[in-house]
């Protein structure tokens, strides 16, 4: 599977959008681009995914470049219930092994 | 439905001793996967099963791991003898798409082992 690149960390102040990037220059055709996130304490949770197309769902939008060789997840309106690691993972959609990279820690701020 | 449910939350103890942690996943899902996460490593998969059949176990890390899925609605994962390198929050997944793919994994609460 494709190895995605993520900032270590990002700030982002309460009612913004937060903007997400995740480089995945060596992405495979049938990869999809997931993404979750760890509240402190907590498991993972899933938040969208996507193959070439944007996605959109309560949670978040995903916006996939042309090439595929970039993502961005996009919060649109961040609180801080928002504060977590987000994890960047790109996957073939077959037998399921989906590896966490280090993510990024985004903090929301008031 | 209830989620994944992973038991105990807490658990300590000593080196040498068998540690045995449980999972129970999401009734109809048919994939579930082991993670162990620490600050020097982050999320490892250690395995999964399929349908419980184990598919993959590269990332178990010694003999001293084990994991069954007796059934659809039961899980372990055995450390024996547990070393203190083992301390790290246990977590059980399982997602129900079909087929071998992982479109969404649930994650439970996870166990925190401390092993002294």
């Known amino acids: 599977d494709a190895k995605t690149t993520q900032p270590p960390s990002m700030d982002c102040a309460e009612g913004r959008a937060a903007n997400l990037p995740c480089n995945h220059s060596?992405?495979?055709?049938?990869?999809?681009v997931y993404w979750y996130r760890q509240i402190h304490s907590q498991g993972p949770q899933y938040i969208i995914h996507?193959?070439?197309n944007n996605e959109t769902n309560e949670m978040a939008s995903l916006i996939i470049t042309e090439d595929r060789k970039s993502s961005t997840l996009i919060l649109p309106h961040a609180t801080l219930r928002d504060t977590a690691v987000y994890y960047c993972?790109?996957?073939?959609?077959?037998?399921?092994?989906?590896?966490f990279g280090a993510g990024t820690q985004v903090v929301v701020t008031p | 439905d209830a989620g994944v449910i992973q038991s105990p939350r807490h658990e300590v103890t000593e080196m040498g001793q068998e540690v045995t942690l449980r999972c129970k996943p999401i009734?109809?899902?048919?994939?579930l996967f082991w993670y162990r996460q620490t600050m020097m490593r982050g999320l490892e998969l250690l395995i999964y099963?399929?349908?419980?059949?184990?598919?993959?176990d590269s990332g178990m890390p010694e003999d001293r791991f084990s994991a069954k899925m007796p059934n659809a609605s039961f899980s372990t994962l055995k450390i024996q003898p547990s070393e203190p390198r083992d301390s790290a929050v246990y977590f059980c997944?399982?997602?129900?798409?079909?087929?071998?793919?992982?479109?969404?994994?649930?994650f439970g609460s996870g166990t925190q082992l401390s092993v002294l």
């Open positions: 997944a399982s997602s129900g798409t079909g087929g071998g793919s992982t479109e969404k994994l649930f």
């Open positions: 060596t992405i495979s055709g049938n990869e999809y």
């Open positions: 996507g193959l070439k």
């Open positions: 993972i790109v996957k073939a959609d077959s037998w399921g092994k989906l590896q």
């Open positions: 009734s109809g899902h048919n994939s």
């Open positions: 099963f399929n349908n419980n059949v184990p598919i993959d």
